[in-house]
């Protein structure tokens, strides 16, 4: 009971259960020691930001669509993206950390990596970067290949009462993130001992994706515009979404329509690394501000079922300290950290 009480506890804590080039960043007009000044000052140039998972999930997905509006609104040039995996995201934070003072740099990032910074025992924390702005929010979602014997979600929760451990659930983040806080709780809602969940972690989304495909798992946990197109094309299935309300363009039913008292949703935002002046950061935080208020970006949250949850300056970074104090905490007393 003390367990499942943790897990709620991390849920709510977390925010979850209700809902380098040559290049460096300039603008076109010189310095500004503001995010209004940087937002007059023409578009910022040279970025590069880091995806600590491997190409194909929703870190990759999030920046590399937010490095699209930005170059296609011209509120950026020559923005780049690259991936670094490893041990859940932590490789990529801890390269993000010794490049200290690299104004050239940023990290997409979320809740998967808070977790993944204390289970994989990180040297490099979250609360020692430069945080920049939240992007997103979006609902989990359960899903099973086209081909998977369970039709229904409540079909999938009567074969994983009867043996939890036999039926594998894979997640595209390490003990502690989204992907693994969502099985758990969803266990926890039908009367599943957690302690008996078999939770098969992948290093991102882009990973899981062939452990689906390939019948590796009997389902899968994880944010459904990860899998746009394979949704589209009927190789994944989505049984359940975890939000308050239906996602547009997929036929799924939320956990609450389908009798299963549980609502759950991830985040996402960009850190810099630690070191860089307050003129740098106001330069980058005005240019996802403006992308912020494209159509295009608008347009890209519609399309990959993303909820608008942007927030910059001093709220993000103590929405971080929240996250990463409490996360740390309820992981301590689970004995995963």
């Given at each position: 009971m003390?367990?499942?009480?943790a897990l709620r506890a991390i849920a709510v804590a977390a925010g979850l259960a209700i809902a380098a080039t040559g290049c460096?960043?300039?603008s076109g007009g010189g310095s500004a020691a503001s995010s209004g000044n940087a937002a007059d000052s023409g578009p910022l140039t040279g970025?590069?930001?880091m995806v600590p998972n491997t190409p194909g999930g929703g870190y990759d997905t999030t920046?590399?669509?937010a490095a699209k509006v930005m170059n296609d609104t011209k509120t950026a040039t020559n923005v780049e993206v690259f991936n670094l995996a490893g041990a859940g995201g932590t490789v990529?934070?801890?390269r993000l950390v010794n490049e200290k003072g690299n104004k050239d740099l940023a990290m997409l990032m979320g809740l998967g990596v808070v977790g993944a910074s204390y289970t994989n025992k990180s040297e490099a924390k979250l609360t020692t970067t430069t945080p920049l702005a939240r992007l997103i929010q979006e609902p989990g979602a359960i899903m099973v290949p086209k081909d998977s014997p369970y039709k229904t979600i409540g079909e999938l929760v009567e074969a994983w009462k009867k043996d939890p451990s036999k039926l594998a659930v894979g997640g595209g983040s390490s003990p502690g993130g989204?992907?693994?806080l969502l099985p758990m709780q969803l266990a926890q809602a039908v009367g599943i001992d957690p302690k008996k969940v078999n939770f098969v972690s992948f290093d991102g989304g882009g990973d899981l994706l062939p452990a689906i495909l390939g019948n590796k798992v009997g389902f899968a946990a994880s944010g459904a515009g990860e899998y746009i197109q394979q949704i589209k094309t009927g190789s994944v299935r989505v049984l359940a979404v975890s939000g308050a309300e239906r996602l547009e363009?997929?036929?799924a039913p939320t956990f609450k329509e389908s009798g299963i008292d549980l609502e759950f949703t991830n985040w996402r935002g960009i850190v810099a690394p630690p070191g860089v002046s307050d003129a740098d950061r106001d330069r980058i935080v005005a240019a996802l501000t403006k992308m912020h208020g494209t159509e295009e970006w608008k347009a890209a949250l519609k399309d990959h079922g993303w909820t608008d949850a942007f927030i910059t300056g001093e709220e993000f970074k103590t929405f971080l300290k929240?996250?990463?104090t409490r996360v740390s905490d309820v992981l301590a007393k689970l004995g995963l950290a």
């Open positions: 003390r367990r499942l009480n460096g960043v300039t970025l590069r930001i920046a590399r669509t990529g934070l801890a989204p992907d693994h363009g997929i036929d929240d996250q990463d």
